[in-house]
């Protein structure tokens, strides 16, 4: 069975900065995409950023282009999502998912939450003001 553990969420403040990763682990398997989302209380998921193992350019949602990174690294088998300047907004539930293949439109990376197969348990940011 895949796992993907989420770490490094945390409470900060407005203008902090946080670092989460996500580590695959147990069963082998080939991922085409990992992405990450998140969830706001009495919100529905919502895509955040993706990026592929081979390491292309990311693709972020519009919120958070310019305040947010997302990059691999390979020899860690880690996923890392870099969040700057954070917001209250950004309060939420993140996640970090597989996609074993590409999205069913043809795109690299998939936006929808159904297209991807494998997920983390989640990790809190809270972000006050």
């Known amino acids: 069975q895949v796992q993907l553990v989420e770490s490094g969420g945390g409470l900060v403040q407005a203008g902090d900065s946080l670092r989460l990763s996500c580590a695959p682990s147990?069963?082998?398997?080939?991922?085409?995409?990992m992405g990450w989302f998140r969830q706001a209380a009495g919100k529905e998921r919502e895509f955040v950023g993706a990026i592929t193992w081979s390491g292309g350019d990311p693709y972020y949602r519009d919120s958070v282009k310019g305040r947010c990174t997302i990059s691999i690294d390979n020899d860690k088998n880690t996923i890392y999502l870099q969040l700057n300047s954070l917001k209250p907004e950004d309060t939420a539930v993140y996640y970090c998912?597989?996609?074993?293949?590409?999205?069913?439109?043809?795109?690299?990376?998939?936006?929808?939450?159904?297209?991807?197969?494998?997920w983390g348990q989640g990790t809190q940011v809270t972000v006050s003001t």
């Open positions: 147990g069963r082998t398997f080939s991922a085409h995409a």
């Open positions: 998912a597989a996609s074993i293949r590409r999205s069913s439109s043809g795109a690299l990376y998939s936006t929808q939450a159904y297209e991807y197969d494998y």
